[in-house]
């Protein structure tokens, strides 16, 4: 569905993009992962065929956007990452005037319209104001929106950024219906826990290139240990500490307000701690999961 | 949800202004008073200038006619309300979408392009200009202030006003950092509005570079082709008024799109 070659973006002197190859295949939930900053809202620009490439190849359903730009956006759903509504329409406008802008014609942009209400759980406020939308009402529109012209992929920059608990899990809940209406997914994510929810496959990057690639559990199994302890000492100790249960695990991470030892028996660390005379205020035993793969490829925690 | 009904036909230049201007339709569809305002000011100048300070006012030449001084002022109002009603939808309410709603980005991400962006909102902010250009005309028929057959072509004529107005107000408007930056628009807006040969004839500014800067400013084509047309007394002149606005209109279209380009596809 998406191919990417070497492919690269530049600002100026700022290069965002230096060069990845990335291939999206049908039908799959497909993640770029990264802290602000890595390049995934510029390759995003990219696909959705309104920002030039720099140098590289890349292809969306086989066309090249800098030829076919009209004929791609097309068949893609776009959901930026702020929500773009018009706010100077209603909610059943904004549909409805979105699938006019796809050529699609008036009748079906109706139908289309009262069905996404409806998919978007906002049937009650089609003749409301979007400024009196709430946070999570807003997002379900613009994704709404962006299904309009029934796309065969749809492009999800940040989709739950700012949203709830509630209407996180609620939109998870859309996407994977859409997943599995046959829509191609593609997401940028900096939340683990959406990553490994949501995707089948990913790539994480920073700054500009592509660290690592696979399932969340390949990569999971891959760069990182089977369990984690995390150990919580006071404040400003960690950075003293870890030189003294280093070598209790494969590897030892250090974090503003916690060390976290990386070892296939995390059990087995906390005790040894313990017998050591250390006194962690709190000890955690979990699995790995893609956050502690992150730290691993790029040093850096995603939360910055 | 339904099954894919199939990739629509590709949208045509024309069929694809149509639908920002459409856009805009639905927007002033709820509010249409303030369409109001923007026919109201000439005429409300018509009355006071024209009519009421016309009574003071002997008849005086124009092209080697008498032409009472209501039907000197009548027609440079007609080209008035076109520029108006161009420019306030091509300069305040393009930066608003452009800045703060964001409304481009959201139409680029559909098959529209910057091209299609250009030719709507200008067609939209010809529209405008046209619709208070007619009902002003309506208003000169009432009042006695057409005199002849020629004023048919003011309709166009004002079209044209507001669409080379409309592209290049658009264009300036591109360049706009801040609201602050809408003074240097009202600071034009005045003079022109005063000074091309609206109240009083272009001669009052003698034969020096000032008339020559009159001449070849845009309002002043604009008015005196309207004049030319309300009161019958056609000239060379008022082609190089047609192709003059043609040409401001084109350049206008072509560097609005430039700019999106610029502005919004990076």
Redesign the interface.
Known sequence: MISARGLRKSFGDFEAVKGIDVEVLRGEAFGFLGPNGAGKSSTMRMIASVSPVTSGELRILGMDPATDGPAIRGRLGVCPQEDTLDNELNVFDNLYIYGRYFGIDRATCRERARELLEFAQITDKAKAKVEDLSGGMKRRLTIARSLINNPDVLLLDEPTTGLDPQARHVLWDQLFRLKQAGVTLVITTHYMDEAEQLCDRLVVMDKGLIAAEGSPRELIDAHSTREVAELRFGVGEHEALAAKVEDLGDRVEVLPDRLLVYSDRGEEVVTAVLERGLQPIATLVRRSTLEDVFLRLTGRSLAD | ?????G?????TPV?AAR?LV??NF??YKSAWKLFLTGFLEPVLYLFSIGVGVGQLIDSFEFHGEQVPYAAFVAPAMLATSAFNGALLDSTFNVFFKLKY???Y?????????TGDIARGEITWGLLRGSVYSAAFLLVMLAMGLVDSWWAVLALPATVLIAFAFSAVCMALTTWMKSWQDFDKITLAQMPLFLFSATFFPVEAFGDGVLRWVVEASPLYRGVVLCRELTTGVVTWGSGVSVVYLVVMGVVGLLVVRRRLDAL???
């Open positions: 949800m339904a099954l894919v009904t990739i629509p036909a590709p949208l069929g639908l459409l856009r639905i927007v709603e964001k409304l980005d959201q139409v680029l991400a559909t098959p529209l392009s919004l596809l990076t």
